[in-house]
T-cell receptor, first 110, second 112 residues
Framework: GQQVMQIPQYQHVQEGEDFTTYCNSS?????IQWYKQRPGGHPVFLIQ?????EVKKQKRLTFQFGEAKKNSSLHITATQTTDVGTYFC??????????FGAGTRLFVKA | DGGITQSPKYLFRKEGQNVTLSCEQN?????MYWYRQDPGQGLRLIYY???????QKGDIAEGYSVSREKKESFPLTVTSAQKNPTAFYLC???????????FGPGTRLLVL
């Protein structure tokens, strides 16, 4: 069945440092979505990637979809305390349901 | 004010009791979903509904039941058969199946 691996599970950074989380699928994807969940909150949609090799930017966040459409990354430049939370990837394989990764929990020390 | 609402915010369940979590959306979305999140963990799909009067089991449906009698509403019942119900329950909706999901604020269920 469909496997999704999101790494790392946790990341502690000093404010101003960069951060990257990776999402890997065992099968080719139709698209991938990224969500952010603040502590105690609910997941909020960030972006959707559809095309092979696609790169999208939102201010300090850069999202990339792999050429083979089996992996993706989210990179945050110069982290701020407001970036704290858990970042989830969500996979659409074209099947019957969207599969969420386990998430990467980001801690930012001021 | 459009969005997706869940109630209550906190819910306490006694042993052997069934409880129902409410989820309502006014986004005119066809698809709705229920997820369970345990502390420090990801989202696990309980049930989903692509359209009114239709729903499907997710990965962890045992001990749960749902209904979808109205487009706006997708209540989740946690039955006494669910032996470890303590968790954060999230409801979501999307315009069509597998489009971007919009989440409600969640309900925290605790067992007394």
């Amino acid at each position: 069945g469909q496997q999704v691996m999101q790494i790392p599970q946790y990341q502690h950074v000093q404010e101003g440092e960069d951060f990257t989380t990776y999402c890997n699928s065992s099968t080719t994807l139709s698209n991938i979505q990224w969500y952010k969940q603040r502590p105690g909150g609910h997941p909020v949609f960030l972006i959707q990637l559809v095309k092979s090799g696609e790169v999208k930017k939102q201010k300090r966040l850069t999202f990339q979809f792999g050429e083979a459409k089996k992996n993706s990354s989210l990179h945050i430049t110069a982290t701020q305390t407001t970036d704290v939370g858990t970042y989830f990837c969500a996979l659409d394989t074209g099947g019957f349901k969207t599969i969420f990764g386990a998430g990467t929990r980001l801690f930012v020390k001021a | 004010d459009g969005g997706i609402t869940q109630s209550p915010k906190y819910l306490f369940r006694k042993e052997g009791q069934n409880v129902t979590l409410s989820c309502e959306q006014n986004l005119n979305h066809d698809a709705m979903y229920w997820y369970r999140q345990d502390p420090g963990q990801g989202l696990r799909l309980i049930y989903y509904s692509q359209i009114v009067n239709d729903f499907q089991k997710g990965d962890i449906a045992e001990g749960y039941s749902v209904s979808r009698e109205k487009k706006e509403s997708f209540p989740l019942t946690v039955t006494s058969a669910q032996k470890n119900p303590t968790a954060f329950y999230l409801c979501a909706s999307s315009s069509t199946y597998q489009e971007t999901q919009y989440f409600g604020p969640g309900t925290r269920l605790l067992v007394l």
